[in-house]
């Protein structure tokens, strides 16, 4: 992925028209989201200097999540503090945390993704089927499990990481995830979502399948 075509990636991201209950938080009509844009872009860049064989599929965005960083499976924490195992996000990269986050505690679910991947010190792409914020109808503050016609809106993005990234391996975090790669023809390995206490499941998951592919 060349800088221009990371851009156009996330412009594309950004130009999508959502529901009124399904926040597209890159849209370009809405001033803050500038920096989730210039989040994402900077984290694609990073993990084009680490290149990843495997893409974590996961389901969508949360609230306490990627809707505020504009990142997958990250949290204000993370663009808080210093740089991960991994040397990803830290100070001094361009990381801004967008003023909408101001009273919103950061989303566990990121948290214990990053620390399973830095205890398997394995380092995969993140991405989510639908790719934009689903919460319930008239509550910006939830999250809704995205519909399937949601999940076929983000096809087209996950497809173009695995082309840009020479991705290997797909394997989705949970059920969403797995339905959405079924119905594009995919028969991937599915593995335990972090959230709601599947943090065990969700490393021993991961841990077979890196088992099997050294």
Request: net charge positive.
């Amino acid at each position: 992925m060349t800088a221009s075509s990371i851009k156009a990636f996330i412009d594309r991201l950004a130009s999508v028209p959502t529901g009124p209950d399904c926040n597209n938080f890159f849209d370009h009509t809405v001033p803050g989201n500038a920096q989730r844009r210039r989040n994402l872009e900077l984290y694609l860049r990073e993990m084009q200097d680490r290149p990843p064989k495997v893409l974590l599929l996961g389901e969508a965005p949360g609230y306490r999540g990627m809707r505020i960083t504009g990142i997958p499976f990250t949290n204000r924490s993370m663009l808080e503090g210093p740089a991960n195992e991994f040397g990803l996000f830290g100070p001094g990269k361009g990381y801004v945390l967008p003023a909408d986050f101001e009273g919103i505690a950061a989303e566990p679910t990121a948290t214990v993704m990053w620390q399973v991947l830095a205890e398997l010190e394995f380092l995969p792409l993140l991405w989510s089927a639908c790719p934009w914020h689903t919460h319930v109808p008239g509550r910006p503050l939830s999250n809704r499990t995205p519909r399937a016609s949601e999940a076929a809106l983000g096809t087209p993005f996950w497809q173009a990481l695995i082309e840009a990234f020479s991705i290997e391996t797909v394997v989705a975090v949970g059920n969403v995830a797995h339905r959405s790669l079924q119905r594009n023809g995919l028969d991937v390995p599915k593995i335990r979502h972090p959230a709601h206490g599947g943090r065990s499941g969700f490393k021993r998951g991961l841990q077979e399948l890196l088992a099997h592919s050294r």
